[in-house]
Each structure stands twice: as C-alpha cells, then as structure tokens.
C-alpha cells in the first residue's frame, strides 16, 4: 500500500533521484534543458563517480524507511495531525532580509500553533545530533518571530530523527 503525507510518498523520492541522475547526465553531454526549477546536478554523477548507483540505492532506502517510519511510528502521530490543522505550515518558504546584500532563506518542514505555543519541527534522516547552535534552527526562530509575529518564550523547536523514530526538543538561548 502506498503511504502519502502531504505530496511525499516512496515514489515521489524515486522519481525526484530519477529525475536529478537524468538531468545530470543531460548538462555532462551537453544537453542541458532549461527549466525554470531545474533537478539538482549530482555531483557523484558529475565527477564521475562509478558507485553512484549503490550511493543513490542507499539514499533511497534512508528516504523510503524515513517515510515509514513517520507514517507507522506513533512518536510521530501529534505533528501528522497537526500538519493538516488550518493555519499550520508545511515545507514553508522562508526568506529574511538582512541587509540590502545580504538576505537568509530556507523551508520550514512544519510548524503550527499548539495551545499557547507555537511548535517548529525539522525533519532529520541523519543521525542524531546533541548541540542545540543549529543555523537553520535559529533562522526558523527568527522567520518566527519576525515574520508570523510570535513571541520568542512561545516558541517549541524539535528536531524529529525519522531514521531512529526519534523526537528532541531544542532550546534557543536568549542572550
């Protein structure tokens, strides 16, 4: 049976690997198609790397047991329903401007209001990490506050490791 949330599914990962290895093999040859979203250009392709098919079979099974585990894991059952509340944000674009040169932009996996708070989740397939000084955190706090307006001692951050069915909570410091 295949299991979907929110536009993902094991097919969907397929096809986007499928797609970025053919459109890599395309710019090598020469024949490069303009797109206004191109794939991405797989370096392992492009520097001719010979084991890049047992690279991509394991970034599949990681893609593909990640997506099993956050459709069958129930540590993962309260941001599968909150992902589908109103108002929730799923695979948000962020952008900040910082200066006039010098702007910061991401996607947010999902984020929500719950009760008083307002909870930012961040997918990981990697392994576990211990710091809580993530970048990409600090810059979903700040689209957050700046941008939906929410206080700073409202905000939850979690990071949720799909690989180990696993959820932190991470702390942002105030200074």
């Not at 394991?58 to 540590?75: D, G, Y």
């Not at 992902?83 to 952008?95: L, Q, T, W």
């Not at 009760?115 to 211990?130: H, L, P, Q, R």
């Amino acid at each position: 049976m295949q299991r979907t949330y929110c536009g993902v599914d094991e097919n969907h990962s397929k096809n986007k690997i499928s797609e970025s290895i053919t459109y890599t093999q395309n710019v090598i040859a020469g024949k490069e198609i303009k797109q206004k979203y191109p794939p991405f250009i797989l370096q392992e392709i492009f520097y001719d790397d010979q084991n890049y098919r047992e690279i991509y079979q394991e970034v599949e099974h990681k893609v593909i047991t990640a997506l099993e585990n956050f459709m069958t894991s129930p540590q993962f059952e309260q941001f599968k329903l909150s992902g589908k509340m109103p108002g929730s944000y799923v695979r948000k674009k962020i952008f900040i401007p910082l200066t006039e040169q010098i702007n910061i932009s991401g996607e947010a996996d999902l984020a929500f209001y719950k009760d008083d708070a307002f909870e930012i989740n961040d997918w990981k397939t990697g392994k576990v990490e211990d710091g809580d000084d993530s970048m990409q955190l600090l810059t979903y706090t700040l689209w957050a506050i700046e941008q939906v307006g929410v206080d700073l001692s409202k905000i939850k951050i979690f990071k949720s490791y799909l690989q180990r069915k696993q959820n932190k909570r991470t702390f942002i410091k105030r200074t």
